[in-house]
């Protein structure tokens, strides 16, 4: 079974620069696991619960980090610690306006965890 949460907007206060931490800017989080498939979903520890990623997710982006490389990590980590049973986790977090000048784009990290 795979699950997806697409399109996380969070406003946070990631990055190097004190304007950074001090303004926030727009994120975007996308997580995808992968568990290995029962007969029947009945229960919810049969499932990845999404709404404990999505609180997992949301619990990090609300501490602010020098490096959106260090929230992903910090992100993935505690879902490997959630879903022990997990084949596959990736976590994707995109900054909508990095600070670069001349820049019209994003930067996104992608950070991944194959069992």
Not at 28 to 51: M, S
Not at 91 to 111: D, F, H, R, Y
Request: charged fraction near 25%; aromatic fraction near 12%; glycine fraction near 4%.
């Amino acid at each position: 079974m795979i699950v997806e949460l697409n399109n996380l907007k969070f406003y946070a206060y990631h990055g190097l620069y004190d304007f950074e931490r001090e303004k926030g800017g727009e994120f975007i989080v996308d997580v995808k696991i992968e568990a290995p498939d029962h007969d029947a979903y009945l229960k919810l520890e049969h499932l990845i619960n999404y709404e404990e990623v999505y609180r997992i997710v949301n619990q990090q982006m609300q501490v602010p980090k020098d490096f959106i490389e260090e929230v992903a990590r910090l992100i993935l980590n505690d879902l490997k610690l959630c879903f022990f049973d997990a084949q596959l986790i990736e976590v994707k977090l995109t900054k909508c306006a990095p600070p670069i000048p001349g820049m019209n784009g994003s930067a996104t990290v992608t950070t991944r965890y194959i069992k």
